[in-house]
């Protein structure tokens, strides 16, 4: 079981930047790699962005593309969330979560250890 916890999130204007990061801790050799999602209320939890432990395979979900880099540090099994020029469509509550299946797909059912949240605020 992978332990993950998140941290980074905060109020900022819009334009403004943030960085999440998400430490994982007994991390077991099914984790394929982390990913994020963030949900708003009454809306279904929404894929980010993901990066696999291995390799340079990172994908982004089209509305963060060009402003949101993903980045790993595998020596402190980090995951970071470079997020730029935020807008008020970007305010919501961020879950990092660990891919449990190899395909790993922008989808919940690929992810399976999830961290406690961190909200992101946007103000315009």
């Known amino acids: 079981q992978v332990q993950l916890v998140e941290s980074g999130g905060g109020l900022v204007q819009a334009g403004g930047s943030l960085r999440l990061s998400c430490a994982a801790s007994g991390r077991a050799f099914t984790s394929y790699g982390l990913g994020w999602f963030r949900q708003v209320p009454g809306k279904e939890r929404e894929f980010v962005a993901s990066?696999?432990?291995?390799?340079?395979?990172?994908r982004y979900v089209d509305s963060v593309k060009g402003r949101f880099i993903i980045a790993r540090d595998n020596a402190k099994n980090t995951v970071y969330l470079q997020m730029n020029n935020l807008k008020p469509e970007d305010t919501a509550v961020y879950y990092c979560a660990s891919a449990t299946v190899a395909a790993m797909r922008d989808i919940e059912a690929d992810f399976g250890s999830w961290g406690q949240g961190t909200q992101v605020t946007v103000s315009s």
């Open positions: 990066i696999r432990w291995m390799g340079s395979t990172e």
